[in-house]
């Protein structure tokens, strides 16, 4: 949904410590790339929250606040950069997330502002392709390159969802949409890659449901290929406001999504980018939802999924304060325990492990 979103990933190797260093206190190297944890373990990760709701504006705080509530630390941490904002590399976010031991997440969003539901021209998948943006793509990979610890990158944030202008709707609706999609992922990553940035991790991230359920729309034809993505991730929400008719359990959502992921891309490992659930809502407690979700992640019913992030934030819908999404963990009742209760053991990774 375009509220919020899921993605699921992986990794394998040493971990890292605090400050850029292993666990031994070995040196992080340059250009050191994340790597997939074993089998049955899962990176634990988040998008900590921020005010503006442009997920651009976390803190360490945000960072130390979910991480108190569910009793472990995180392995990555999730957020966008915003072109609206700037189009340089997000170099003070993304060192701070490294000194607190953890790899940054960065959902690449070039776009003109907070665009919903419309084209967005200036970066429409056609203009990338087309190499309108190579400049400053060619500049955020040296930026990259030249901070050299390990990265997670996306672009172009379920895809198959209408609420992105990124989306085959808003490049001609039909076929030609998702293949400008797949011309413009590929382009971004291929000019990244070229100026050496080694370190990132490309990550293609879908909407677990196809909106609109149009078969031009659906998720598989915005796959750009083997060769340019190295993980593939979804976005699996329950209900995102009080005000929600629906009230989807995540196991079952989830159920419906991964076949057509593995049958897309079976050599890739899937991770959950975004997860989450609001309280407040007469149909179901944020609490059991987010337990149901933890219980089936962790138990290995689906053996591609190798880690998962929870999407920790809160936000006005209208003037009527009981109508407020929240799904922060130190927030909402219960939610914490169910959290604690789940994120114990070995099976969590909350260290990333680097090569």
């Given at each position: 949904?375009?509220?919020?979103?899921?993605?699921?990933?992986?990794?394998?190797?040493?971990?890292?410590?605090?400050?850029?260093?292993?666990?031994?206190?070995?040196?992080?190297?340059?250009?050191?790339?994340?790597?997939?944890?074993?089998?049955?373990?899962?990176?634990?990760?988040?998008?900590?929250?921020?005010?503006?709701?442009?997920?651009?504006?976390?803190?360490?705080?945000?960072?130390?606040?979910?991480?108190?509530?569910?009793?472990?630390?995180?392995?990555?941490?999730?957020?966008?950069?915003?072109?609206?904002?700037?189009?340089?590399?997000?170099?003070?976010?993304?060192?701070?997330?490294?000194?607190?031991?953890?790899?940054?997440?960065?959902?690449?969003?070039?776009?003109?502002?907070?665009?919903?539901?419309?084209?967005?021209?200036?970066?429409?998948?056609?203009?990338?392709?087309?190499?309108?943006?190579?400049?400053?793509?060619?500049?955020?990979?040296?930026?990259?390159?030249?901070?050299?610890?390990?990265?997670?990158?996306?672009?172009?944030?379920?895809?198959?969802?209408?609420?992105?202008?990124?989306?085959?709707?808003?490049?001609?609706?039909?076929?030609?949409?998702?293949?400008?999609?797949?011309?413009a992922f590929r382009h971004v990553v291929e000019t990244i890659r070229a100026r050496g940035a080694a370190n990132i991790t490309w990550v293609w991230h879908v909407n677990n449901d196809d909106v609109p359920a149009d078969a031009w729309n659906r998720l598989e034809n915005y796959y750009p290929g083997d060769d340019v993505v190295d993980w593939v991730g979804v976005s699996v929400y329950g209900a995102q406001t009080p005000q929600d008719a629906?009230?989807?359990?995540?196991?079952?959502?989830?159920?419906?999504?991964?076949?057509?992921?593995?049958?897309?891309?079976?050599?890739?490992?899937?991770?959950?980018?975004?997860?989450?659930?609001?309280?407040?809502?007469?149909?179901?407690?944020?609490?059991?939802?987010?337990?149901?979700?933890?219980?089936?992640?962790?138990?290995?019913?689906?053996?591609?999924?190798?880690?998962?992030?929870?999407?920790?934030?809160?936000?006005?819908?209208?003037?009527?304060?009981?109508?407020?999404?929240?799904?922060?963990?130190?927030?909402?009742?219960?939610?914490?325990?169910?959290?604690?209760?789940?994120?114990?053991?070995?099976?969590?990774?909350?260290?990333?492990?680097?090569?």
């Amino acid at each position: 949904m375009w509220c919020r979103g899921v993605c699921a990933v992986v990794a394998l190797s040493a971990v890292l410590g605090v400050a850029g260093c292993g666990s031994g206190g070995r040196p992080l190297t340059a250009l050191a790339r994340l790597q997939l944890p074993p089998l049955g373990r899962y990176y634990h990760g988040v998008y900590p929250g921020g005010t503006s709701g442009e997920e651009d504006d976390l803190t360490p705080a945000l960072v130390s606040a979910y991480e108190a509530a569910a009793g472990r630390t995180v392995a990555w941490v999730y957020f966008s950069h915003n072109w609206f904002h700037g189009r340089q590399f997000p170099l003070a976010t993304a060192t701070w997330v490294r000194d607190r031991g953890a790899v940054p997440y960065i959902r690449l969003m070039l776009r003109s502002g907070d665009i919903r539901d419309q084209a967005d021209p200036p970066y429409a998948p056609e203009a990338i392709a087309r190499g309108d943006l190579d400049a400053d793509l060619r500049a955020w990979g040296d930026a990259a390159r030249a901070y050299g610890g390990p990265l997670l990158v996306e672009w172009g944030t379920e895809c198959n969802g209408e609420w992105f202008p990124w989306n085959g709707r808003w490049s001609g609706g039909g076929p030609q949409g998702p293949a400008r999609f797949r011309a413009a992922f590929r382009h971004v990553v291929e000019t990244i890659r070229a100026r050496g940035a080694a370190n990132i991790t490309w990550v293609w991230h879908v909407n677990n449901d196809d909106v609109p359920a149009d078969a031009w729309n659906r998720l598989e034809n915005y796959y750009p290929g083997d060769d340019v993505v190295d993980w593939v991730g979804v976005s699996v929400y329950g209900a995102q406001t009080p005000q929600d008719a629906d009230w989807p359990a995540f196991p079952a959502s989830f159920d419906a999504v991964y076949g057509r992921l593995a049958a897309v891309a079976p050599a890739k490992p899937l991770i959950v980018c975004e997860f989450g659930v609001t309280a407040g809502s007469p149909l179901g407690t944020a609490p059991t939802w987010a337990g149901e979700a933890l219980d089936a992640l962790l138990a290995g019913r689906w053996p591609a999924v190798r880690g998962f992030s929870w999407w920790n934030e809160t936000w006005q819908n209208d003037n009527d304060p009981a109508h407020d999404t929240d799904m922060r963990v130190q927030a909402v009742a219960g939610l914490s325990a169910a959290f604690q209760a789940r994120l114990t053991g070995q099976a969590v990774v909350d260290r990333p492990i680097v090569q």
